[in-house]
């Protein structure tokens, strides 16, 4: 569970949408997490998904789970200069362990 | 879900000496852990902080350079010790709840060694 990959960069326009891709590596982990920090802050929980289910939206955002490929991807529709911030994945090991990935920084041009 | 305070947010520290961050959650959490970020790096799990007894420390780091104290359910303190440059990191303070089992973070201790 400790080999959680993600690009480290992405640049979009205001107004695509953003795809942000994550690779997990533990085929057991039930619970896997999208966390956003904005400069200077802490961690955000943005939303997470169960590990039976392969899909969940939450207003602008749709999380994709592909079990199979152990693949994961957080979709951010009609992006804002206001999402520009570094996005991880985690994924939840043996209940109290959390691997993080190593953020993709997220840039939206106006 | 769980707000998390931590104090101090930023500080900037003399190599050799030691500096404690405070973390209060609002709420009764079942565990906490530290964590630390150093510059454009992911986050790397210090230690759980365990009520009432000693913390469990990740490989890599031990308790006489981040003795830390869980005295309740609600707070807990972490030190760093002896700091150097190479100390100069983000600390994060987190809480897990069972319920939802999700873990939250505090806003962070912004942490410089000159």
């Known amino acids: 569970g400790e080999d959680v990959e993600q690009s480290l960069f992405l640049s979009v326009r205001e107004g695509d949408s953003s795809v942000i891709n994550c690779t997990y590596t533990?085929?057991?982990?039930?619970?896997l997490y999208w966390y956003k920090q904005e400069p200077g802050a802490g961690l955000q929980l943005l939303t997470y998904i169960f590990s039976n289910m392969d899909m969940k939206q939450d207003q602008r955002l749709t999380v994709l789970l592909n079990k199979k490929d152990k693949h994961l991807s957080l979709r951010i529709a009609d992006t804002q200069t206001g999402d520009s911030a570094i996005y991880f994945c985690a994924e939840n090991y043996n209940f109290n362990k959390f691997y993080f990935g190593s953020g993709t920084k997220l840039n939206v041009k106006p | 879900s769980a707000v998390i305070s931590q104090k101090p947010s930023r500080d900037i520290c003399q190599r050799g000496t030691s500096l404690t961050i405070q973390c209060q959650v609002d709420s009764q959490v079942t565990m906490m852990f530290w964590y630390r970020q150093q510059p454009g790096q992911s986050l790397t799990l210090i230690a759980t902080?365990?009520?009432?007894?000693?913390?469990?420390?990740e490989s890599g780091f031990v308790i006489d350079k981040f003795p830390i104290s869980r005295p309740n359910l609600t707070f807990s303190t972490l030190t760093v010790s002896n700091m150097s440059p190479e100390d100069s990191s983000i600390y994060l303070c987190?809480?897990?709840?069972?319920?939802?089992?999700?873990?939250?973070f505090g806003e962070g201790s912004w942490l410089t060694v000159v």
């Open positions: 987190s809480a897990w709840e069972r319920q939802g089992n999700t873990i939250y």
């Open positions: 533990d085929s057991s982990s039930t619970y």
């Open positions: 902080a365990n009520q009432g007894s000693e913390a469990t420390y």
